[in-house]
């Protein structure tokens, strides 16, 4: 592990003293006085292109554009993985997709999804050890319910949303579960459409910060919005923007047009629905996004807590083509090549902007190339808590870039990502190079590609032949970056 937790102090104190914020002893170690409240905001499948602030020009995204006017924005930040449940581990474990023990989307049915072992080191169960009040409202998809990896089971005190990403394909499902029980929605039997899962799962977080504003709490905020079902509420957003864009091609889903299949199988199967106005419908859901964490500023600041909360922003991966969705309209994935299920940086280079008043100066960027698995580092070290040595992560605290302190940044050797679908692919960037590797079980069709990303950015140029040095380093880490999983394998695997 490569952390220096007693470096990272010495910066915490210096900053809070410089702030006239109190600090005292505990365990022989200085700690903040008082905690930190941390919300963490994911996204799903929004991509680089998708906000403002990152250069989106079809719609707006104020709220989101505050945030990072009142904080740092990350321009070479990657998500753990191109699809949900596998960087949403790198999240919560601090462990890259060669040894998290979830590398894909892999179903358990009825509901839920493989799950993260129970004596795994997890962001949530740190942030418990801290003293910190934990909640998580949105979508999980660790662990089907009543598993080891259920999010009641993985450090979270109170959890409000889906379980099952499958079932989480839906905004207007037949229940949602809290705290592992099921919660019904009666306005959604029968294919209504009367409860919205977004407004439901965004009110009960609000509840959560006015029930918890008098002790420190860890906020994590996995919403679904913009992931497919293209589906928004028929408001007054949505009218607008179906006279500000053309209308595009319908999504028509073949399963919502089968006599034999009920509402409820087709709500199990993870059906979309039918949408006529995917590009209104898409940009109405950004717009209910943004409005979202607006409210989110504004309750912190109701209870005079917006000064002493970090709010951190990204999204689980690049944009999705599913449901209607027309990444290409909107130009989803900015100046990058691919989108959700690439390897390339469309696919997992996304959003990051974390906002710590008093801390980090305000209306800042930074190049430096971080990932999801050193949030969980970079949480430790704010929070003074102690990463068992066991646990082996792979992540490196960013603390220092947010505090302005560059020169004193620890680097990655490499960035390792694997993908088991569309038959397997793999990914590292050593320093400024990219090395992918795609169709690994067509071993006569799988060849290695090289880009050079300062000059090439988009990946349109292969540079293997001009650089076998950087082909063999890319071979090389993805023998020893990875260690075998009996669940998701490789054809090379001998397990």
């Given amino acids: ?8 102090l010495l910066i915490i104190s210096f900053w809070f003293c410089s702030c006239s914020m109190n600090k005292h002893q505990q365990g022989g170690k200085e700690a903040l006085d008082p905690k930190p409240n941390i919300v963490f905001i994911l996204v799903d499948d929004a991509g680089w292109g998708d906000f403002s602030c990152y250069g989106q020009e079809k719609f ?67 942030m418990q050890s801290k003293g910190y009040t934990t909640g998580m409202f949105g979508k999980w998809g660790l662990g089907y319910p009543g ?12 959890f409000y949303g889906y379980n099952c990403q499958r079932l989480a394909h839906t905004y207007y499902p037949l229940y949602l579960r809290h705290n592992g029980e099921k919660v019904m929605l009666e306005g959604n039997e029968e294919g209504g459409q009367k409860e919205y899962t977004h ?3 965004h009110d009960q977080a609000l509840n959560f910060i006015d029930d918890n504003k ?13 992931h497919a079902e293209v589906v928004a509420p028929e408001d007054s957003i949505f009218q607008h923007y179906k006279e500000v864009y053309p209308k595009g091609k319908p999504y028509v889903n073949k399963r919502n047009h089968n006599p034999n299949l009920t509402h409820e199988q087709r709500f199990m199967m993870g059906t979309y629905a039918d949408q006529e106005f995917p590009r209104a419908a898409f940009a109405t859901m950004m717009h209910h996004l943004d409005n979202s964490v607006g409210e989110i500023m504004d309750k912190l600041k109701e209870h005079g807590l917006d000064e002493n909360t970090i709010i951190f922003f990204s999204s689980d991966n690049g944009p999705h083509a599913a449901g209607g969705a027309d990444p290409k309209f909107f130009n989803s ?12 940086e469309g696919g997992i280079r996304v959003p990051m902007i974390v906002s710590w008043p008093n801390v980090i100066k305000k209306n ?20 003074n808590a102690d990463i068992d040595q066991k646990a082996n992560i792979d992540g490196i605290s960013f603390l220092p870039t947010l505090l302005g302190e560059d020169k004193k940044q620890e680097k990655h050797d490499y960035f390792y990502w694997e993908f088991h679908e569309r038959g397997g692919s793999r990914a590292v960037r050593i320093g400024d190079w990219k090395v992918v590797q795609n169709k690994l079980k067509q071993p006569s069709k799988s060849k290695v590609e090289v880009y050079h990303l300062p000059s090439d950015p988009g990946e349109e140029n292969d540079v293997a032949a001009e650089h076998p040095e950087i082909v063999k380093q890319g071979v090389d880490l993805f023998k ?16």
């Fill in 333 to 344: 994935n900015g100046p990058f090549r691919g989108i959700k299920r690439d390897l390339y």
């Fill in 1 to 8: 592990m490569k952390n220096n937790f007693k470096y990272y």
């Fill in 147 to 158: 598993s080891e990896g259920a999010p009641n089971n993985q450090g979270f005190d109170e």
């Fill in 60 to 126: 707006s995204t104020p709220n989101i554009d505050q945030l990072a006017k009142s904080g740092m924005k990350f321009n070479s930040h990657y998500a753990g993985s191109t699809v949900c449940a596998p960087s949403r581990s790198t999240l919560m474990t601090g462990l890259h997709t060669g040894h998290s023990p979830i590398r894909g989307n892999k179903e358990v049915k009825p509901e839920g999804q493989v799950p993260i072992p129970a004596g795994i080191a997890s962001l949530p169960k740190m």
């Fill in 480 to 495: 020893s970056a990875r260690v075998p999983n009996s669940t998701f394998r490789f054809p090379t695997d001998n397990i």
């Fill in 199 to 201: 407004h439901l799962i």
């Fill in 214 to 226: 008098d002790k420190p709490f860890f906020l994590y905020l996995p919403y679904t919005i913009p």
């Fill in 364 to 383: 800042t960027e930074t190049d430096h190339p971080s990932a999801f698995w050193d949030v969980f580092p970079t949480l430790a070290g704010i929070v």
